[in-house]
T-cell receptor
């Protein structure tokens, strides 16, 4: 089967660093995406990993380990506007279906 | 600016009624998708289309239908057979047929039962 797991909720303080984990079990692998979704809005693309290692984009970084079926999204210098849900999505190989996790709701406190 | 337009933003359905949600994109993307999102949940795939005049069922296709007569358009009909249609519906598109490209999302349609 195909399964993606993320923690349901996380809380962090403004200015801190937070790591949101994602583990997956899929039939093959063609890449992993992270999206940010504010309440009541559409998801917006944050990052894409297909090879092992860390991809950095400003305050956001994403890491992938294909052998472990594991990824994380690292958010630095947290701001109040980072309060949102963060969705992990995987594309199994041989398909163009995106399999989404249930998302992690991040609350940033002042 | 290119993007995906969903309409209407809010929609109400009476019992026994079919309703159609519109999705139009001017990104020249081949693939288009419909997702359903329930409160506090992730995205569940209803239907997807890789090319004009072709579409495939996703994980929760029962009670829904789609058409793909034009590359830019992928309307979703919520039929009376869908007994629990209240949800946030998101349309998305992507560039390449084989994945590896991020999906772009519309702003969504919120459907409720009257």
């Amino acid at each position: 089967g195909q399964n993606i797991d993320q923690p349901t909720e996380m809380t962090a303080t403004e200015g801190a660093i937070v790591q949101i984990n994602c583990t997956y079990q899929t039939s093959g692998f063609n890449g992993l995406f992270w999206y940010q979704q504010h309440a009541g809005e559409a998801p917006t693309f944050l990052s894409y990993n297909v090879l092992d290692g860390l991809e950095e984009k400003g305050r956001f970084s994403s890491f992938l380990s294909r052998s472990k079926g594991y990824s994380y999204l690292l958010l630095k210098e947290l701001q109040m506007k980072d309060s949102a849900s963060y969705l992990c999505a995987v594309i199994p190989s041989g398909t163009y279906k995106y399999i989404f996790g249930t998302g992690t709701r991040l609350k940033v406190l002042a | 600016d290119g993007g995906i337009t969903q309409s209407p933003k809010y929609l109400f359905r009476k019992e026994g009624q079919n309703v159609t949600l519109s999705c139009e994109q001017n990104l020249n993307h081949d693939a288009m998708y419909w997702y359903r999102q329930d409160p506090g949940q992730g995205l569940r795939l209803i239907y997807y289309s890789q090319i004009v005049n072709d579409f495939q069922k996703g994980d929760i296709a029962e009670g829904y239908s789609v058409s793909r007569e034009k590359k830019e358009s992928f309307p979703l009909t919520v039929t009376s057979a869908q007994k629990n249609p209240t949800a946030f519906y998101l349309c998305a598109s992507s560039e390449a047929r084989g994945g590896k490209q991020p999906q772009h999302f519309g702003d969504g349609t919120r459907l409720s039962i009257l």
